[in-house]
């Protein structure tokens, strides 16, 4: 177990070390990939407990969203089957969405459960 931020630092150059070389990445069989292998799970383990991932807030990956299936505040209103000025407050954070509207907010724009109930 990686316990200081120099230990995470000497792993993650020999790791860089280790990557040079393609047989430590694809040769199972090789000494070198065993301990590129321990070595990433390490550090894996390091970061998921140093710099742990804050959640999304379910405004930016409804914006997110939009984007990506091309929709503006009108569409999502139909989309949803709420009023414009509703998903713009939504939008600005002044409102949070109803049981029902987060429902459809995660079946019809494909987003998770626990980042629409904030979980």
Excluded: C, F, H
Aim: proline fraction near 3%; charged fraction near 30%.
């Amino acid at each position: 177990m990686i316990q200081t931020e120099k230990e995470y630092k000497a792993l993650l150059n020999r790791i860089e070390t280790l990557l040079e070389n393609p047989d430590n990445i694809e040769n199972t069989e090789a000494t070198d990939y065993i301990e590129l292998n321990v070595l990433s799970d390490l550090v894996a383990d390091y970061e998921e407990r140093t710099y742990p991932l804050a959640k999304p807030k379910l405004v930016e990956v409804i914006k997110l969203r939009m984007a990506e299936m091309g929709l503006n505040q009108k569409r999502l209103s139909e989309l949803l089957g709420v009023s414009t000025s509703r998903v713009s407050e939504y939008l600005n954070g002044k409102s949070e969405p109803t049981l029902k509207v987060a429902r459809e907010i995660s079946l019809k724009m494909g987003i998770d459960a626990s980042i629409v109930l904030g979980v």
